[in-house]
């Protein structure tokens, strides 16, 4: 089977990383739905021609979250929403954690869940999660950060295992420092912490990858159409680095 015309749902997906993705997966002949909180940001997304359709849900509500997802018959899920907040280890709680673990882990596990019975039953599906490279090595004052997205990563190489002989593959992507709003606010926080620029802050996470550069978000997009299609369907349980060599 192709994937070229399927059902595609993308969380998070109104700005950054899942807005890019939304538009490569609609130029590539998908049909997509976009999932997010910020009604305006994903009203212009399908305005743009860059979805078909949104759907207005907080990924941490589970009840809100399967529901959305259950009318659908979804082919393809890239589970994209996600927050990055920073703080020193001993300055972070388990309300941190779980914030952080609700958003970018929880979310992936119901979101998961709700779909792959039917990609089973269709024989064909793709579970595409946008993890980070904060899912392959540590970074300090992200400790929660981290956490999530290493369970992510796990949770990725654990489910590829089981779903092997259906049809269905299970990836992660593990982009380096990306060119988004998601990326400069956290410089700006930092710069509101520390007393620094934040274009020097921004600088630092040049640094990272060895291309001296952010990663750009049409990198990522292009990723996951790659692995959306039919060519990939022996990738599976893999946590691609996007980085430019970091890792």
């Not at 092997?164 to 912490?193: M, Q, S």
């Not at 640094?207 to 369907?233: C, F, M, S, T, Y």
Request: hydrophobic share 50%.
């Amino acid at each position: 089977m192709t994937a070229a015309g399927k059902q595609a749902v993308v969380t998070g997906g109104g700005r950054g990383i899942g807005r890019a993705v939304a538009a490569a997966l609609t130029r590539a002949g998908h049909e997509v739905t976009v999932l997010g909180r910020a009604v305006p940001a994903l009203e212009a997304t399908v305005a743009a021609g860059e979805a078909a359709r949104w759907i207005s849900v907080d990924v941490t509500d589970e009840a809100a979250l399967a529901e959305s997802l259950g009318g659908l018959d979804v082919d393809v899920l890239v589970n994209n929403a996600g927050i990055a907040d920073s703080a020193p280890f001993v300055k972070s709680d388990l309300a941190l954690y779980r914030r952080l673990m609700a958003v970018n882990f929880e979310s992936v596990v119901v979101a998961t869940r709700a779909v792959l019975p039917g990609m089973i039953g269709r024989g064909f599906g793709r579970i595409i999660s946008i993890a980070s490279i904060a899912g392959l090595k540590g970074y300090p004052y992200v400790t929660a950060y981290c956490a999530s997205k290493h369970a992510v990563v796990g949770l990725t190489r654990s489910l590829a295992q089981e779903v092997a002989r259906t049809g269905v593959t299970v990836n992660a992507l593990c982009p380096g420092y990306v060119d988004t709003d998601l990326v400069h606010d956290g410089a700006a926080r930092i710069a509101a912490k520390t007393g620094r620029a934040a274009e020097d802050i921004t600088a630092d996470f040049h640094k990272h990858n060895p291309q001296g550069r952010l990663i750009r978000v049409e990198e990522v997009a292009g990723a996951v159409v790659w692995l959306a299609g039919a060519d990939a369907a022996a990738v599976n349980g893999q946590a691609i680095a996007i980085d430019g060599g970091e890792t």
